[in-house]
């Protein structure tokens, strides 16, 4: 009796165990395939595009093709569905208080029947002056968020982006449909974008026109910008609308993540 009690205590105890790695397989597994939503994407590229960004280092490589340019961007709206609204300014890094370049950008999920993860939209801007060097502002300075909305003006690009596969340097990367958009500057008939987001805020932009005869006309021909971040004392963005604060445990998510949900 004795010896099959001891038998039986050995077989429970095994069973007990093989539960145990059963159950802690399962919740690992579940931790590994956590899913992101579609809403983590679009937050996650909408932080990476906000900030300070310079090209400084691209331009001192090759002064023939690039200027050092800032590339400044902040959160200015929410729109009801969630969508976020950056106010976007490009400038020449000695006169930031003169940009070449205001726009609006609208950043969301992709529509479900497109194969993308993330649309980020810009637009031009009623009043330009009005917005001029918005992120550099104190948040009782600057446009309501209502205002903001009543602001947007014309849609100007549309980029779908895509995570990028494994092994590559980027996160996501995406650009304007063949045949891009309209843009009349300087000669152009139309306009391409692509843009690509990295790692640790980094963000590449490639904007070009063409004519009628598809001849470039405007924009670099040699690559994209590559815009990296300002060291981070140099500047502080004073209005926040509740973007992800931890952007690095969010890319991790982002970078493991294969499972996509609503």
């Not at 690992?28 to 983590?40: A, F």
Request: aromatic share 10%; proline share 6%.
């Amino acid at each position: 009796m004795a010896s099959e009690s001891k038998g039986w205590s050995r077989t429970a105890r095994g069973v007990v165990i093989k539960a145990l790695v059963l159950a802690g397989g399962a919740l690992l597994l579940k931790r590994l395939t956590k899913s992101t939503t579609r809403w983590d994407h679009a937050r996650f590229v909408a932080n990476s595009l906000s900030g300070e960004k310079f090209s400084r280092e691209q331009a001192s490589r090759d002064r023939d093709n690039y200027f050092n340019i800032r590339l400044l961007a902040c959160p200015a709206a929410e729109m009801v569905d969630g969508s976020k609204v950056l106010y976007l300014e490009q400038a020449f890094w000695r006169t930031p208080q003169k940009p070449f370049r205001q726009r609006f950008c609208l950043v969301k999920p992709c529509p479900k029947e497109l194969k993308c993860d993330v649309e980020v939209s810009t637009f031009g801007i009623r009043d330009m002056e009005e917005y001029k060097n918005f992120c550099d502002r104190q948040k009782d300075q600057r446009p309501l968020p209502e205002e903001v909305i009543g602001d947007i003006a014309e849609h100007l690009t549309t980029i779908h982006l895509k995570r990028c596969d494994r092994g590559k340097r980027c996160l996501y990367e995406g650009s304007t449909p063949p045949g891009g958009f309209p843009n009349t500057w300087n000669g152009a008939a139309y306009c391409t974008s692509e843009l690509a987001i990295l790692k640790n805020n980094e963000v590449h932009i490639w904007d070009r026109g063409y004519d009628e005869e598809a001849q470039q006309v405007w924009g670099p021909r040699s690559g994209p910008y590559e815009f990296k971040p300002a060291p981070a004392p140099s500047y502080n963005d004073v209005f926040s609308l509740n973007f992800p604060t931890s952007a690095q445990s969010l890319e991790k998510r982002i970078e493991g993540s294969f499972v996509l949900r609503e």
